[in-house]
T-cell receptor
């Protein structure tokens, strides 16, 4: 079983819709959880970062962590065409430097 | 501020040739990471350095791959000899401090081995 599972299936939504992405993981030692956004032909850039269970909001983005279920989510409200990108979840054990990435979800927001 | 700079952006070469990928991390960052990204396997960590010293190379696929960091502002990833299955996008990233610090990625080198 891969450490981090993220269904890589592409997701197309109309502009203004809510986008919901999620990852599951198997290693309960993961303590820091991140979402990276990757535009086409660019490197990943950190979008959100959290270390506790619960929700964290940043503008239109909400990251949710449920450590008991080993499940994390990213929600994008009022999605815009500029949100069209691949979103990768990542997580790491405290003091470790090996980020474990999901495969990424390609999101297309249709105007 | 300049971000992580990688060169070349694209590389097309024939099987058996030596390939050298280059990376300049963000000034002041003490960690440098090399990743490979493919559709099948996603983003995989190959090796990382701390203060120019290789710390974990367990992700390097085989002896054909080698990485060096001769100084704080430069690193190379070399493949010799190259094979078609090495075709991928190779990313370099750098960070300041340990794992919970964000890693800043370059825009990658798109490598095609014919």
């Amino acid at each position: 079983q891969k450490e981090v599972e993220q269904d890589p299936g592409p997701l197309s939504v109309p502009e203004g819709a809510i986008v919901s992405l999620n990852c599951t993981y198997s290693n309960s030692a993961f303590q820091y959880f991140m979402w990276y956004r990757q535009y086409s032909r660019k490197g990943p850039e950190l979008l959100m970062y959290t270390y506790s269970s619960g929700n964290k909001e940043d503008g239109r983005f909400t990251a949710q962590v449920d450590k008991s279920s080993k499940y994390i989510s990213l929600f994008i409200r009022d999605s815009q065409p500029s949100d069209s990108a691949t979103y990768l979840c990542a997580m790491v054990i405290y003091g470790n430097n090996r980020l474990a990435f999901g495969k990424g979800n390609q999101v297309v927001v249709i105007p | 501020d300049a971000g992580v700079i990688q060169s070349p952006r694209h590389e097309v070469t024939e099987m058996g040739q030596e390939v050298t990928l280059r990376c300049k991390p963000i000034s002041g960052h003490d960690y440098l990471f090399w990743y490979r990204q493919t559709m099948m396997r996603g983003l995989e960590l190959l090796i990382y350095f701390n203060n120019n010293v290789p710390i974990d190379d367990s992700g390097m696929p085989e002896d054909r791959f080698s990485a060096k960091m001769p100084n704080a502002s430069f690193s190379t990833l070399k493949i010799q000899p190259s094979e078609p299955r090495d075709s991928a996008v190779y990313f370099c990233a750098s960070s300041l401090g340990t794992g919970n610090q964000p890693q800043h990625f370059g825009d990658g080198t798109r490598l095609s081995i014919l």
